[in-house]
């Protein structure tokens, strides 16, 4: 009788779609949502450097410097909580759909504004 069985799931196999893709094959799109939050993005020139996003993020993954007029954030240690965008009072802050490309080093992104004035 277990040959029986057997014999069902072979044939079944048989004419069935395999489960899994060849290798390479092209590159499927992410499902993406449109509430799911990806990658937090910023608009670096509507930031007032205030520092409001920084000491609201709860895994210390935002750093400003305002005087070097600087915003950086480490990615992987992000939690995408969405904490900073609420609490920008310029909402310069996003969170992109689409989430952050893969890496395999502990690169802090860095974003610097441009002085206001020129010389002269």
């Known amino acids: 009788m277990a040959l029986f069985g057997m014999a069902r799931t072979v044939v079944g196999n ?4 395999p ?3 060849r290798y390479p094959s092209p ?3 992410p499902h993406v949502t449109p509430r799911s939050r990806g990658k937090l993005e910023i608009d670096i020139a509507a930031c007032i ?3 409001a996003c920084a000491k609201r993020c709860p895994t210390a993954a ?3 410097t305002r005087a070097e ?3 950086s954030i480490d990615r992987l240690r992000c939690c995408t909580c969405n904490a900073c965008v609420e609490v920008c009072p310029k909402k310069c802050l996003a969170m992109s759909p689409r989430p952050p ?3 395999v080093t502990k690169d802090k992104e860095a974003f610097r504004q441009p ?3 020129g010389m002269g």
């Open 14 to 17: 048989f004419f069935s779609r």
């Open 19 to 21: 489960a899994t893709r």
């Open 27 to 29: 590159q499927r799109e």
């Open 49 to 51: 450097f205030c520092g």
């Open 62 to 64: 935002l750093v400003v």
């Open 69 to 71: 007029r600087e915003w």
């Open 101 to 103: 490309a893969p890496t």
């Open 115 to 117: 002085p206001a004035g």
